[in-house]
């Protein structure tokens, strides 16, 4: 039972408490609804203020993607396999996966307009413009 | 022999190919992808009860406001390497549509694309689809494909509406499940949360200057465990066999487990044809050993005509 309760502590501990989603600092819109946002990470809104948006996701399996995904898209990972499978076929494209925040912070500032999200804890020296904020949710 | 050794050099790339939720190579530097998917079925009603039923390629790319979206396939190959009967290769283009946003929610499309209209056709490949059989309507009451100009706009960010028009031949016209050279469509799809629903209506012109109207509505519910589906579709012709159609089905996708579907499908339809109204029930099972692959079986039983009958499918996409 104590191991249990350990290792609950340990997890809880690996995933961030809450989510920012940002974007550049001059990115078109102040903010973002949580549907927005979906549809944007789903590929099914792929252009803002008549550009070509640059979403970018993190690795499978990363802590802080299964929280934006339970979180924000709230889609299971079979859900996610079967919608991602057709859209496909219908010549959409998943985010870009990139492998840490520092690099979503570098296309952050060299690529307009682009969006991507961190963990409100995680220090960064660029500066971005917070879109939606989101407690973490892995139940 | 040779067609045997393009399928095991697409099904061994297959396993190299599809990670994370993306398929397909793309080539560095650039936004061209390429890709591609494959089937095989087994039926024991169909003259060739081995089939490759789809061997095909496809490919996108995107430039600011435009997409580029290709799919050329090789369909109805038997084992010994036939492709429709004839030993020659039979090259269809299933799909070339050029698409350019014209706002951030409008969009215009010409080529040759999937007609928009109902749920299976946005998806029309075995891979995508939880049964290897299709229900009666997605070959019978409109054009698959459409060779023309497509307009899409979003209404809000839950729902959307599209116009298509189509007033010349088609490119590929041997494919399409209802030959024709002129289409007139509106469709409109809404969704909310795990809820979606569509409507469509056209009318077009086949080849033998024969005119139909059709018109359907649909709805899905897409929830993690659980698909349902259900849509009526019904369709009027100066033609006989079409005078009067209707067809529709209900039909369930059950999450049993992680990699494990099961499916049950019922359906009614009126054939003109042999002057009956049949219906159908499917029960099957699918398994998705990686998220790329899928093998299907299903048994099919018919009420009136002898097509009852088990069958099986292998299907790849990358």
């Keep these: 039972m104590r191991l249990f309760t350990i290792l609950t502590l340990i997890v809880t501990l690996l995933y961030p408490k809450h989510l920012l989603v940002i974007g550049n600092i001059d990115f078109p819109k102040e903010k973002l609804t949580k549907e927005e ?9 792929q252009f803002i203020a008549e550009k070509r948006l640059l979403v970018m996701n993190y690795k499978y399996n990363s802590t802080i993607r299964v929280c934006f995904e339970k979180s924000i898209l709230e889609k299971s990972k079979h859900s996610l396999e079967r919608y991602w499978r057709k859209a496909y076929y219908q010549g959409k494209h998943p985010p870009k996966v990139i492998s840490s925040t520092k690099m979503l912070m570098l296309y952050l500032e060299k690529i307009y307009p682009s969006i991507g999200y961190i963990d409100e804890n995680q220090a960064v020296d660029i500066k971005f413009k917070t879109l939606f904020r989101v407690k973490c949710n892995i139940d | 022999m040779k067609y045997r050794f393009i399928f095991f050099i697409l099904a061994y790339s297959s396993f190299l190919y599809a990670t994370e939720n993306s398929y397909g190579w793309n080539i560095h530097n650039s936004s061209l992808n ?7 079925t087994y039926d024991s009603k169909r003259e060739e009860e081995f089939l490759f039923n789809d061997i095909a390629m496809m ?10 979206l290709g799919e050329i396939e090789l369909s109805h190959i038997s084992v010994d390497g036939n492709s429709n009967n004839s030993s020659d290769i039979d090259l269809k283009i299933e799909r070339l549509e050029l698409t350019y946003a014209l706002s951030d929610d409008k969009s215009i499309k010409i080529g040759r694309f999937n007609s928009d209209i109902g749920y299976w056709n946005q998806a029309p490949i075995s891979i995508l689809e939880d049964t290897t059989t299709e229900p009666y309507i997605v ?5 698959k494909a459409t060779t023309g100009i497509h307009y899409h706009q979003d209404i809000n960010r839950n729902s959307s509406f599209s116009i298509t028009f189509q007033k010349n031949n088609d490119i590929s016209h041997q494919d ?13 799809y809404g969704e909310k949360e795990e809820f979606s629903w569509r409507l469509s209506l056209g009318k077009y012109l086949n080849d033998s200057s024969i005119d139909a109207n059709y018109i359907g509505i649909g709805s899905q519910y897409d929830g993690d465990k659980l698909v349902i589906q259900a849509e009526i579709f019904t369709k009027n012709s100066d033609d006989d066999n079409n005078k009067n159609l209707y067809s529709a089905y209900l039909q369930s996708t059950w999450n049993i487990k992680d990699k494990h579907d099961a499916i049950f499908r019922f359906e009614e339809y009126k054939d003109n044809t042999i002057e009956t109204k049949e219906q159908i029930y499917l029960l099957g099972y699918s398994y998705r050993p990686s998220k790329n692959i899928v093998l299907k079986s299903e048994y099919i039983y018919h009420q009136k005509l002898p097509l009852n009958r088990f069958v099986y499918s292998i299907s790849v996409l990358f």
């Design chain 2, 59 to 68: 490919f996108s790319s995107n430039n600011n406001r435009f997409d580029l």
């Design chain 2, 176 to 188: 399409n499940n209802i030959a024709i050279n002129r289409h007139f469509a509106l469709a409109y």
């Design chain 2, 139 to 143: 070959k019978n009451f409109f054009p």
């Design chain 1, 37 to 45: 946002i979906k549809a944007i990470f789903l590929g099914k809104h």
């Design chain 2, 34 to 40: 390429i890709g591609g998917y494959l089937d095989m």
